[in-house]
């Protein structure tokens, strides 16, 4: 009798430690670049448009009567950060009804998992970037090396190129640019204020991250052409304000020095656009030849 008891506990403690140790999936975040855990304090970029994000994370708030838009989260720590410049700003953490991500890196999705627990929110993410958002990364090209860099997500909605996310009187259009991920993406949309109405660009800029030669990337077979499609279409973008995934590229600290006043136009910025866009066709061109002659 006591024998058969021993047992069953036995196997139940062995049971338990399996069980916890698949669902507690570990998570090991790359090294952390400084300036993506650094506080900066949160503003308001134009109309119901507000910066929350760190000294080099973009994230995004956008406020409306039926709650709030939250775009990127920064790393798994930067979560913390984010609720508190969004409290900050006198907003509530809670009203968060959607979570937009543009990529699937731990330095913008790592603090989703944990967001959308905290606050209820529905993750939509580009349909491209699904499998690696619940795979915590694991799947990704590049950054699958690392193996779990961030807490999986399984998004609540899909998109696809030109897909609208609808909330209160805001309507954000998705634009599909892969190339960074396969799912990377860009979104569109009209803020005003009680002067002028901004149509805002919170691009995704299509860095180039991995080593190999493009034709040695075989699980991403379409990289070289979707970059190549990315930095066609990006050309092609109307709007006045330009935001981006890292404060880095479109120069943050210098458009908005921390405690400056409101001022949407200073983030008007086509010619900023231009030059961050030819770099990175250049550098996109020089890729191309180094692969060739390889
Ligand atoms: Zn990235």
Redesign the pocket.
């Given at each position: 009798m006591h024998r058969n008891l021993f047992k069953i506990a036995f196997s139940f403690i062995i049971t338990t430690f399996f069980i916890t140790s698949i669902i507690a999936q570990e998570v090991h975040e790359p090294k952390i670049d400084s300036d993506w855990v650094k506080p900066y304090p949160p503003f308001r970029i134009a109309g119901n448009l507000y910066y929350v994000g760190t000294y080099d994370l973009g994230c995004y708030l956008i406020t409306t009567k039926k709650g709030n838009i939250l775009i990127n989260t920064g790393t798994a720590v930067s979560a913390t950060l984010i609720k508190n410049s969004i409290e900050q700003l006198g907003f509530n953490f809670k009203d968060i009804k959607i979570l937009l991500v543009m990529?699937a890196?731990f330095?913008?999705a790592g603090g989703v998992a944990d967001i959308k627990e905290q606050t209820g929110a529905k993750v939509i993410a580009d349909a491209a970037d699904a499998d690696v958002l619940e795979a915590g990364g694991k799947t990704d090209y590049e950054m699958g090396k690392y193996g779990v860099s961030f807490k999986p997500v399984k998004p609540d909605r899909l998109l696809y190129d030109g897909d609208i996310v609808k909330l209160g009187n805001m309507q954000i259009t998705m634009l599909h640019h892969p190339g960074?991920?396969k799912g990377s993406c860009s979104y569109l949309f009209t803020v005003k204020d009680s002067s002028r109405v901004y149509r805002v660009l919170i691009a995704n800029m299509p860095s180039i991250?991995t080593d190999k030669k493009f034709a040695d990337v075989t699980v991403y077979p379409t990289i070289r052409q979707d970059y190549a499609y990315t930095l066609n279409a990006m050309k092609n973008i109307q709007f006045d304000i330009w935001l981006a995934?890292h404060a880095s590229q479109f120069n943050l600290q210098q458009k908005h020095p921390s405690g400056s006043a409101y001022n949407p136009s200073a983030f008007i910025d086509q010619k900023g656009y231009d030059e961050e866009l030819n770099e990175l066709q250049k550098k996109y061109d020089d890729k191309l030849k180094k692969d060739a002659e390889q």
């Open positions: 990529h890196h330095d913008h960074h991920t991250i995934a």
